[in-house]
Every structure is written in C-alpha cells, then in structure tokens.
Nanobody
Framework: VQLQASGGGLVQAGGSLRLSCEAS????????MGWYRQAPGKERELVAT???????NYGDSVKGRFTVSRDNAKNTVSLQMNNLKPDDTAVYYC?????????????????WGQGTEVTVSS
C-alpha cells in the first residue's frame, strides 16, 4: 500500500502547477485525503483536505488560490495551485486515511506519500 505523488517542479511567481497523488495496493476505501507542505526550517503545515463526500478545508495562506479535488473511483487526490508565490516553495506531501484489506478483515492506516518538491521563483 502506498501513496505516490507527482507534479512538482519549478515555476515562476504567478504561475500554476497541478499535483496528483494516487493510493494503490490492497485498499478497501480511502477516507479523508489531503495535502500538507513543509518549507525548509519550518514545520509541516496543512494545505488542503477533502473528505470522501467532497467537503474541503484549506489553509489560510492558500485560500482562493489552490483547489483540492479527488476521484474516489481511482483513489486519487489532486491539488491545482494557481497564482503561486515564492512563499509556496516547499515539499508537498499527500496524505490519506486508508482502509487496508488484510487476510482477515481490514485495518485503518494513515499513510503519507513520498513528497514532491515545488519551487516558486520570484
């Protein structure tokens, strides 16, 4: 079971990037999904989360610029980032609350992706 993120890169201020993350493996279902980020020398912070039913929550610094979405059938979560600023530079991590199939029954597990780097130049 893993979360695989992609889509990071280098972009100029004012530009856009789209991050994607897919959960794969013996998954029964994926509950809440989201994105967090960690800039150098700073703590990891919330970017956006989305429930299975589509309810969203955003960090104050990205409201109005970022949009989180998901595809429950594909176990994916995406983050559309517009009007990027140098302060958005960070490693972005996807997160998912997974229900994982086991030999007998299932278990819940909070999983993190490997992180994808976003750099915004001024």
């Amino acid at each position: 079971v893993q979360l695989q993120a992609s889509g990071g890169g280098l972009v100029q201020a004012g530009g856009s990037l789209r991050l994607s993350c897919e959960a794969s493996g013996s998954i029964v279902l994926v509950d809440d999904m989201g994105w967090y980020r960690q800039a150098p020398g700073k703590e990891r912070e919330l970017v956006a989360t989305i429930t299975r039913s589509g309810r969203t929550n955003y960090g104050d610094s990205v409201k109005g610029r970022f949009t989180v979405s998901r595809d429950n059938a594909k176990n994916t979560v995406s983050l559309q980032m517009n009007n990027l600023k140098p302060d958005d530079t960070a490693v972005y991590y996807c997160n998912g609350g997974l229900v994982i199939r086991q030999a007998i029954g299932a278990r819940q597990s909070d999983q993190w992706g490997q992180g994808t780097e976003v750099t915004v130049s001024s």
